[in-house]
């Protein structure tokens, strides 16, 4: 892969007792070098991800991002994102790469929701592709992929990962998404 070929990591972070969680999108290089930043939000338990991202990647504004990497496919508290609303909104590929396993969402789902809030979340978790497990430098993630096949997948994760197991843009997105909320909360306080 070409050094310069960039990619919009989107990872977020919300507290316990948050109405929104910040979402971060950066633009990294394959090389590592960050190339911008883009910030958001979504409703914690809300269904609204999706549109957000597309959004934040909108106001981004980079033409020249190929991929988007997304932390996982339900933040802020199973606001679950359509993968292929996602891609076919952005007209990118879209990777979702979550770092533990588990049985899926549903059990979780079921436990928190019910009723149109259940049948809505449940819907659109039950369209989004499989989970792949994948071994990146010794550590294992799971991908979900829309606009690429499960070895490109594959190779962009691997390419995007230099060490451990976090892709470069997703790990840039978390401390940026993180940063802002502590800077939000401060700001709140002080007001």
């Known amino acids: 892969?070409?050094?310069?070929?960039?990619?919009?990591?989107?990872?977020?972070?919300?507290?316990?007792?948050?109405?929104?969680?910040?979402l971060c999108g950066a633009?990294?290089?394959?090389?590592?070098?960050?190339?911008?930043?883009?910030?958001?939000?979504?409703s914690v338990g809300g269904t609204d991800a999706t549109d957000t991202l597309v959004s934040l990647h909108d106001r981004v504004g980079r033409d020249d991002v190929?991929?988007?990497?997304?932390?996982?496919?339900?933040?802020?508290?199973?606001?679950v994102v359509?993968?292929?609303?996602?891609?076919?909104?952005?007209?990118?590929p879209v990777l979702s790469v979550s770092f533990e396993s588990s049985p899926g969402l549903e059990p979780a789902l079921r436990e928190a929701f019910s009723d149109d809030a259940l049948d809505r979340?449940?819907?659109t978790y039950r369209d989004q592709p499989p989970r792949r497990r994948l071994d990146?430098?010794?550590?294992?993630?799971?991908?979900?992929?829309?606009?690429?096949d499960g070895d490109r997948a594959a190779e962009l994760v691997r390419a995007f990962t230099p060490e451990g197991g976090r892709p470069e843009?997703?790990?840039?997105?978390?401390?940026?998404a993180r940063a802002a909320r502590r800077f939000r909360g401060g700001v709140d306080e002080e007001a």
Not at 1 to 12: D, T, W
Not at 82 to 92: F, K, Q
Not at 169 to 176: F, H, M, S, T, Y
């Open 1 to 22: 892969m070409k050094a310069g070929a960039r990619s919009l990591g989107i990872a977020e972070s919300f507290a316990g007792d948050d109405e929104r969680s910040v």
């Open 27 to 42: 633009v990294v290089r394959a090389d590592r070098v960050v190339d911008g930043f883009g910030f958001g939000s979504c």
């Open 66 to 79: 190929r991929w988007i990497l997304l932390s996982g496919i339900a933040p802020a508290w199973f606001n």
């Open 82 to 92: 359509d993968l292929h609303g996602l891609s076919a909104a952005t007209d990118r």
């Open 121 to 123: 979340r449940l819907s």
């Open 136 to 148: 990146v430098n010794g550590e294992t993630v799971y991908v979900r992929a829309v606009g690429v």
């Open 169 to 176: 843009p997703l790990r840039v997105a978390r401390l940026g």
